[in-house]
């Protein structure tokens, strides 16, 4: 169905994510951190950070336009990006914060100045990418989540609903043979079971 | 989850329910911090600030068990936070950071860091974040027989146990189990340890030749800049551990404020040090108060919270000695001493003011006695005001630059002048004196220890009374000192135990009895106001007032000067001991309360 397909493209692009090399294992932790307590666990920890780190990179831009640059204030800024980014598992942007503290160090205000535009494109890019795929994720609905053992608990009860909803048809079918209603009411019963095992 | 302030409840399902505290000015790494820990069944509580995590801390003493921090962080550096932390409170402290740099690590275990994480940190390495405050009780235990942790310590064991039980019912992991078999080989451990009838803890005796090297290598390092690791490593005695260098070190600081008290008998101190500390107080007092820490063989005294009144006045000798020496400065009749006394005044004063005394509680064992007496003069102040110190007002205040003015506590380290200091500790009295006016503790008079009632009581509403400074004799003066010193000791345990007020009844009382009693009301009881409110525990205070009533016995027992090298010898065998036998202790604190 519908959602199944969602499902699978959205599956589809965390693996390319992953492979990409857009996230790391952090985001699998906050994953897996995920559960019914917090459903939307990774969304809000994502969340956050792109609203948290806007002031940072604000304020590496505001450091980056004076001259000469003050490479301790930037690196310090830097430093506390590039922890923040590896909070989500943003290992690109990680990457490019380093080469950013890189070239603090060693006083290149150029190098600095270029490599920040590159942070910024990761940024924005994961950003972008993010923000799909949780979209994506709440219109699967509901259960898609990386835990796979979470969609195994909510098959039982479901498999026992239409267990019993079988029965009761198939109990209303047999006493009531002649008449045409139970027969009708059975067969609904079996496309309602029909239908919600699809939705699982 | 574990019911508030229900300890023995908390303890029993060890680890789960551990009390975390997480300081971290990244929001993200908060929220996710946080329920990775919320996950390993702790308890946690974040903040963002680390000033905001030292408030929190103070005001719930004993309501953390480990704490969690950044190395950067925007108001205060990771290593300050950890040091004060470590000082004052006492915690384990584990660090965390992005970058992973040897020299930080290196720089974190330096501070006194029992762990440095690199960030993203690993669920399952928060996992294990137990193992440290389990460590640590282990060896409060082995330093100093305190009751609080052998229970802590059943009771860790039991809640494992049972934890374990419960986990492996739920089909937990299989380690459990083998963390059990640790546990009970622990177990049988710390009963030995916790057999306080039978002390089996290898005590170190020190001889003379021992005792001599360590004069040796205090002397060396500076009185002021001396740590329990920095002797030992002069020391170079192999079989020597950290932790009985440093309630050594604690003993012999206090041994050496006694010296200085003796030496200056009726000093005028309450002038000299009143008029500081009047227009101080606050500042001084906190100052004082602050640096009292409970720490067991602390090390790196560095910039004291004096905020926190929480400084626990363990190792009232020699920081006593030192705020002592402070005051007492002007005041002292010998150049010799009075010099020694700026010198390590001065020396003092460079630290970071904020350095607190560390006094290596009675209860918590050794104390780290480094004595960064940056605001050392506040330093001075608070050992007069040990029991204002507790006053948490007192604490928060930080005397640093009031404190210089006076408080050249000069480091208790200073050889013993064999009487002149006495008067000293007048001094000390009397900015004690002035402290307590400060300390709108006064009003603090309230929990008496339960086990001295009725000295306390006596005493107490007549310290409540008192907010002026007292004009403290020399041997208020002393008796302050003395009282104060053991006080913040007491105070500092009660204070992280919550029982001020008995401790420093206790040394009230010992005080008192031997010849400061006769003006010393209104120092004692100026002490007493400034006795942190916290309210005593038992035990605590039993603690205390044991250590001050042996202090204070042997003073009784002997003349002052006559007797000081000979008690100190005693005293620092004895102090060995006191911790153990709680029982006896409290006769002789009866009668040293007698005197009223």
Known sequence: ?200 | MMENGFQSTRAEAFPAGLRVLVVDDDVTWLKVLEKMLKKCAYEVTTCCLAIDALNILRERKDGFDIVISDVNMPDMDGFKLLELVGLEMDLPVIMMSVDGETSRVMKGVQHGACDYLLKPVRMKELKNIWQHVFRKKIHEVKDIESYEVIDDIHLMRNGFERFEDSHLLSGGNLSLAKKRKDMESKEHENLDLCDLSSVKKARVVWTVDLHQKFVNAVNQIGIDKVGPKKILDLMNIPWLTRENVASHLQKYRLYLSRLEKESEPNAAFGCFNQTDFSPKDPSTGFGLQSSITAHQSREACSSFGFSSGETIVQAIDTEIKEGDLKDIVPLLPSPEARNALVGKLHEIQKKSNGSQIDFSSSVGGSVGLDVRCDSFDSTGLRKHQWSREFSDMQFKRQTEPENKSYRHASPAFVSPHPCIETNSSINAGAPIAKMEKENSSGSGIKPLCSRYPTSNVAYLPAMASTESPLPLQPEAGIGNILLSGRACAMNESSRTKGNSFGHSRGICWGYDQKDLFEANTAVLQSSYENLPLSSLQDYDCVENTVLNNIEFLEYDDLELFAALPVQHCDRLKFNGDYNLSEPVEYPAMDQGLFIV
């Open chain 1, 1 to 200: 169905m519908g959602s199944n397909q969602l499902k699978t493209q959205l599956a589809t692009m965390r693996d390319a994510l992953f492979k990409q090399g857009y996230l790391d294992e952090q985001f699998i932790q906050l994953e897996e951190l995920q559960d019914d307590a917090n459903p939307n666990f990774v969304e809000e920890v994502v969340t956050l950070f792109f609203r948290d780190s806007v002031r940072l990179i604000n304020s590496v831009e505001q450091a980056l336009e004076k001259t000469p640059p003050e490479f301790d204030k930037l690196d310090k800024y830097m430093h506390q990006f590039k922890g923040s980014s590896s909070s989500i598992g943003a290992a690109k942007v990680k990457s490019e914060t380093s080469l950013f503290r890189e070239y603090c160090k060693q006083g290149n205000a150029e190098g600095c100045v270029r490599t920040f535009q590159q942070v910024k494109k990761e940024y924005t890019t994961l950003r972008k990418k993010l923000e799909t795929y949780f979209q994506m994720a709440r219109q699967a609905g509901p259960g898609e989540s990386a835990s796979r053992p979470k969609l195994r608990f909510q098959v039982y009860p479901v498999v026992g609903v239409l267990a019993s909803v079988f029965l009761t048809s198939f109990k209303l079918y047999k006493s009531t043979l002649s008449e045409q209603n139970n027969a009708s009411s059975y067969v609904l019963f079996l496309l309602m079971s029909v239908s919600i095992m699809c939705e699982v």
